[in-house]
């Protein structure tokens, strides 16, 4: 793959721009507030296909022309989006069919976002079409530094269950599995009598009486996953025909279904993310620390783009917050400080009509005179400040797992119980290493995991024989490897292992599971560990010893009396298991335990305050966040970069504030 430099010099800052919401008089208003601001990078054009062709093969780039000298003349260097996310009515009404099906059968029409149906030979046609028209307007243009296609790729269009999908999925299952009897043999349809005799017999999950084959579930999540992929693919490659600056498309991290972002961060040049607070999470941050560094994983450590966040509330959830003062630099620091070069929001200005007219912006319907204004500008000074962070990265010696297909397969219907979920446990124990202060990267279960002292998977309950034997190789090698519950259960088919529920991981474990014993709703347990009770509730299972020593035993529950959390020694290494759901704070002696045999040592100056460190070839770098409403004292020696002070031992971090310090270069460590 080609190595691109960085879009910007220093910090990519900006956001979406939709001029053609507005008249060209108040374009020339927001490019002198876009310089006050600070801003160097906007994102041009993702929603503009209907007036970029207005009718089938006839183009109008006069307004974009304008819009694209104009930036360039005030310095500002554009991301120029290919709208394919938003196809204009005339495609509708052209290629009816070319509309996505939803599970239940009904066609969606246009009046909203998302794409039609990305099984379409027509819409493929069509976006190749006008990609590859602006790559050969714009290729040369002095403004365009970046290419952004389409938008949030399986939000909101995923699944689609139309006649074309079908097709496609057929000929996709043909390629993967070869033959008729392959196919039987891995979705098991022997059993309810589902067995294939012809491959036009063969169809998409679709509603069905009762639940659908899961096997087949899965197969279609896989499908989606790479239609919307291919999808991607040629536009870039029609980008890429005319033009030589990188390509990227926004992902969702962490809150999106439909994309396994491993495979997706090989396709583009640099990877970008949107993120957006939930706000029903009173700690939101936390779920901005997991999607952050998930991108800069899937980016495999180099610096990537933030190319979406709000400077306050929402539009979309059913209880919009608005962010309190102090909060949106919070926000993207942390984005900063887990690997971005790029703050970026969605929008520029604030939208008077349309869905989204309630959402957030730079520029918000209270104007110049609000304090999201004036917070942006600060940001923006902030951010000019710290040109030196760009191209530093992230180094952590924990791993945690990662797998979008174990994430499809355990969500799917008719498991022991609906509240073990996947993104449930991915949030326990990260908000556990979080709160101990321990950086971490997120990892494939097949990746090459020796340069980690220790390893946490704590959702795997998909997990193929090749990531076992990686898993397995990892512990013998001397590594320290966590597994959490129900983990181990499944094959890439959906198929309960040969030997029982985790049985590939029962030599990195010392354990065989003998029996799943969900807790009744109502009911809790405890796990009895060095005499302290930890209170589980959920989920317990029946564990059986196979060379493992009993670290906790279960006290009450439908296990009572049976080891609950266990480690085994193997070759130079330790594998842990934790058998039940145990809540963030429960897991704190056992993490300490885990700790203390991977070599990891915490450093959480405090509850609520978070530091990340970003190391550069002469200096690192130290972000620390304060996310509470009482000051905090760090230990730092350096340079705070944004008040231009020294710190010499101590540094009063005041509430809700924010601080970079360029401190000595420390050289790499970890491994075992």
């Known amino acids: ?230 999808s991607f693919c040629a536009e870039r490659d029609a980008i890429r025909a005319h033009a030589a600056q990188p390509v990227t498309t926004n992902f969702m991290a962490h809150q999106s279904w439909n994309t396994d972002l491993w495979r997706w961060a090989q396709e583009v040049d640099i990877v970008s993310d949107d993120h957006y607070l939930w706000s029903p999470d009173r700690d939101a941050h936390l779920g901005l620390a997991i999607a952050a560094d998930l991108t800069r994983s899937v980016a495999r450590g180099k610096p990537w783009m933030l190319m979406e966040h709000s400077t306050s509330a929402v539009n979309w959830q059913g209880h919009n917050i608005a962010k309190r003062p102090g909060e949106m630099h919070r926000n993207a620091l942390t984005h900063l400080g887990r690997g971005a070069d790029a703050i970026m929001f969605f929008q520029w200005r604030a939208s008077r009509s349309g869905a989204e007219k309630f959402h957030s912006a730079m520029l918000p319907h209270a104007g110049t005179g609000s304090r999201v204004f004036r917070e942006v500008v600060d940001l923006g000074e902030k951010l000019g400040r710290l040109a030196e962070v760009q191209g530093s990265r992230v180094r952590a010696d924990v791993a945690v797992l990662y797998d979008w297909e174990s994430l499809w397969a355990q969500d799917l219907e008719w498991r022991p119980s609906d509240e073990l979920g996947f993104r449930e446990r991915v949030r326990a124990y990260y908000e556990r290493l979080w709160r101990d202060g321990v950086p971490v990267d997120f990892a494939h279960p097949e990746d090459d995991l020796s340069g980690y002292r220790l390893v946490v998977a704590p959702a795997s309950y998909l997990l193929t024989a090749a990531a076992a034997k990686n898993l397995t190789g990892y512990v013998e090698q001397g590594g320290t490897l966590l597994v959490s519950c129900f983990s181990g259960v499944v094959d890439e088919h959906d198929a309960v292992h040969e030997g029982g529920f985790g049985a590939p991981l029962r030599t990195a ?50 296990a009572d009396g049976l080891p609950a959390v266990t480690r085994h020694a193997l070759g130079a290494g330790t594998g842990w298991y934790v058998s039940t759901r145990l809540g963030v704070a429960a897991l704190a002696p056992v993490l300490a335990a885990v700790y203390a045999d991977a070599g990891v040592t915490p450093t959480a100056p405090g509850d609520g305050v978070e530091l ?37 031992g101590s540094y009063r971090l005041a509430p809700g504030d924010v601080a970079v310090f360029r401190t000595s270069a420390t050289a790499p460590g970890g491994g075992r």
């Open 1 to 230: 793959m080609t190595e691109f430099g960085w879009p910007t010099g220093g910090i990519s800052y900006g956001g979406d721009y939709n001029p053609e919401q507005w008249p060209r008089h108040v374009w020339d208003e927001d490019v002198a507030l876009m310089r006050q601001a600070g801003v160097n990078l906007v994102s041009v054009g993702i929603f503009s296909w209907a007036l970029l062709e207005p009718r089938e093969g006839e183009f109008d780039f006069g307004w974009l022309d304008d819009v694209l000298d104009l930036l360039h003349r005030n310095g500002i260097a554009v991301d120029l989006g290919t709208p394919t996310a938003a196809p204009p009515a005339w495609f509708y009404d052209a290629y009816p069919h070319a509309r996505v099906v939803t599970r239940d059968g009904v066609a969606l029409g246009p009046g909203s976002r998302g794409m039609v149906s990305p099984s379409s030979p027509e819409y493929r046609a069509a976006a190749v079409r006008v990609a590859g028209e602006l790559a050969r307007r714009y290729a040369d243009h002095p403004a365009v530094v970046l290419w952004h296609v389409h938008n949030e790729y399986g939000a909101p269009v995923g699944e689609d269950f139309s006649p074309a999908a079908v097709a496609a999925f057929r000929e996709w299952l043909r390629e993967r599995y070869g033959t008729l009897d392959a196919l039987n043999a891995a979705w098991g349809t022997a059993f309810w009598g589902q067995v294939y005799g012809s491959w036009e017999h063969v169809g998409a999950p679709a509603a069905t009486a009762s639940t659908p084959n899961p096997a087949q579930r899965l197969d279609f999540a896989r499908f989606t996953d790479h239609q919307l992929r291919a």
């Open 509 to 558: 474990l010392g354990v065989a599971v003998e029996e799943l014993l969900p807790i009744r709703g109502e009911d809790t347990a405890h796990v009895e560990l060095d005499g302290t009770l930890l209170p589980t509730d959920v989920w317990s299972e029946h564990l059986v010893l196979d060379g493992a020593e009993v670290r906790g035993t279960y006290r009450g529950g439908p």
């Open 612 to 648: 990340m460190t970003r190391h550069g070839a002469d200096h690192d770098y130290l972000v620390a966040v304060n996310h509470r409403e009482d000051a905090a004292t760090l230990e730092v020696v350096g340079t705070e970069l944004l008040s231009d002070t020294v710190a010499e």
